[in-house]
């Protein structure tokens, strides 16, 4: 590729809500919109990261395809030569690089990455896959196939990215110039920015974030949500006693949780501010997601799916192209091919 190259994932798996779209979605939409022109942007399905916890495989692959009509819907530019869409499984090249990296990393890197410990925490061995382990390891190939430069990571990914670096660096050293080292995660927040996206919180509990293991479902509200089942949950929201709007997480974070919502779905808080009545302010919320779900679900469904298979065709093609000649490049290195 000629263009410095940005490399992203969309989600595979699981049912995307408000705080998705809001947090994560839309900012990835726009940063592909935005740095086109420069770079190369791939966003890639990381399929085969999915299933590192168990999942129902009998629903993945259509959630694979709903959650790529989701980000069409949300503006994704399918017509955009220069931002290419992929399923990592599409692509082998992705798994035997990661069948190469493991023999270059050491099994304590792994047992020190905090995700691993956090989502491994209270597992027997026998329950904890050799997949949720070696994660990291396949990030690194997602990257390093590439050449991708800058990939924006959150501050639970920014152990993995490191990982990234590092074996990059030591397979550089070992058998020369290999791969595009990454850039380190200070220049990857100066790049996108620290912030990269909104936190919605759980309307129900908004000391956490908004997240679909809320087994009550009445703290989130799905995108799939009718718009008056979420206008209902709108008006539920948990708030406090204090009795007047004010705009601050420490003492109010349910009715600034609302405000952030009302904020980003193009309403005016300020107008709330010193306001005695929360009632107000759920109604002006409720009518803001209310709309957003109608419009977005409108949208939704007048996504062309034959449009999206035949990105995802040619994307694929094209990133197989480019992957091959970096996985030869490695296996020539390490000897599995001739020089």
């Given at each position: 590729?000629?263009k410095?190259?940005?490399?992203t994932?969309?989600r595979?798996?699981?049912d995307?809500?408000?705080?998705n779209?809001?947090g994560a979605?839309?900012p990835?939409?726009?940063?592909?919109?935005q740095?086109?022109?420069?770079y190369q942007?791939?966003?890639f399905?990381p399929?085969l990261?999915?299933?590192?916890?168990?999942?129902?495989h009998?629903q993945?692959?259509?959630?694979?395809?709903?959650n790529i009509r989701?980000?069409t819907?949300?503006g994704l530019?399918?017509?955009?030569?220069?931002?290419?869409i992929?399923?990592q499984?599409?692509?082998?090249?992705?798994?035997e690089?990661?069948?190469?990296?493991?023999?270059?990393?050491?099994a304590?890197?792994m047992?020190?990455?905090?995700?691993?410990k956090?989502?491994?925490e209270?597992?027997?061995?026998?329950?904890?896959?050799?997949?949720l382990?070696?994660?990291?390891?396949?990030m690194?190939?997602d990257?390093l196939?590439?050449?991708?430069r800058?990939?924006?990571?959150?501050d639970?990914q920014?152990?993995?990215l490191e990982?990234?670096?590092?074996?990059?660096?030591?397979?550089?050293n070992k058998?020369?110039?290999?791969?595009?080292v990454?850039?380190?995660?200070k220049?990857q927040?100066?790049f996108f920015g620290?912030d990269?996206?909104?936190?919605?919180?759980d309307?129900q509990?908004?000391l956490k974030?908004?997240?679909?293991?809320d087994?009550?479902g009445?703290g989130v509200i799905?995108l799939t949500d009718?718009?008056?089942?979420?206008?209902?949950?709108?008006?539920s929201?948990?708030?406090?006693?204090i009795g007047?709007?004010n705009?601050?997480y420490e003492r109010?974070?349910?009715?600034?949780?609302?405000l952030?919502?009302y904020?980003?779905l193009?309403?005016e808080?300020r107008?709330?501010?010193?306001?005695a009545?929360?009632?107000?302010?759920?109604?002006?919320?409720?009518?803001?997601?209310e709309g957003f779900l109608?419009?977005?679900q409108?949208r939704l469904?007048?996504?062309?799916?034959a449009?999206?298979f035949n990105?995802?065709?040619s994307?694929?093609?094209?990133?197989?192209?480019?992957?091959?000649s970096?996985?030869?490049?490695?296996?020539?290195?390490?000897g599995?091919?001739?020089?």
């Amino acid at each position: 590729m000629t263009k410095p190259v940005i490399l992203t994932g969309l989600r595979a798996n699981n049912d995307l809500h408000i705080g998705n779209y809001l947090g994560a979605l839309l900012p990835l939409v726009d940063m592909a919109r935005q740095k086109s022109s420069e770079y190369q942007v791939n966003l890639f399905v990381p399929d085969l990261h999915s299933f590192t916890t168990p999942i129902d495989h009998s629903q993945l692959q259509a959630s694979i395809m709903q959650n790529i009509r989701v980000f069409t819907a949300a503006g994704l530019p399918l017509d955009n030569p220069d931002v290419n869409i992929y399923r990592q499984s599409y692509i082998p090249a992705h798994s035997e690089l990661t069948w190469i990296l493991d023999c270059f990393t050491g099994a304590g890197e792994m047992r020190r990455m905090t995700q691993f410990k956090d989502k491994s925490e209270g597992l027997g061995d026998e329950r904890v896959s050799v997949g949720l382990f070696n994660y990291p390891v396949l990030m690194a190939a997602d990257i390093l196939l590439y050449g991708a430069r800058f990939v924006p990571v959150g501050d639970d990914q920014t152990q993995h990215l490191e990982f990234a670096r590092d074996i990059a660096e030591r397979l550089n050293n070992k058998f020369g110039d290999l791969f595009v080292v990454p850039e380190p995660v200070k220049k990857q927040h100066e790049f996108f920015g620290k912030d990269q996206g909104l936190r919605i919180r759980d309307l129900q509990n908004p000391l956490k974030k908004m997240s679909k293991s809320d087994e009550s479902g009445k703290g989130v509200i799905f995108l799939t949500d009718s718009p008056k089942a979420a206008r209902k949950k709108i008006m539920s929201a948990e708030t406090d006693s204090i009795g007047k709007v004010n705009y601050d997480y420490e003492r109010q974070p349910g009715v600034s949780n609302l405000l952030d919502i009302y904020r980003f779905l193009g309403g005016e808080p300020r107008e709330f501010i010193g306001e005695a009545q929360y009632g107000l302010l759920k109604k002006a919320v409720a009518d803001k997601v209310e709309g957003f779900l109608i419009d977005f679900q409108a949208r939704l469904k007048k996504v062309d799916n034959a449009q999206i298979f035949n990105k995802l065709e040619s994307d694929e093609a094209k990133m197989r192209k480019i992957a091959d000649s970096q996985l030869l490049k490695v296996q020539k290195a390490v000897g599995l091919r001739p020089q």
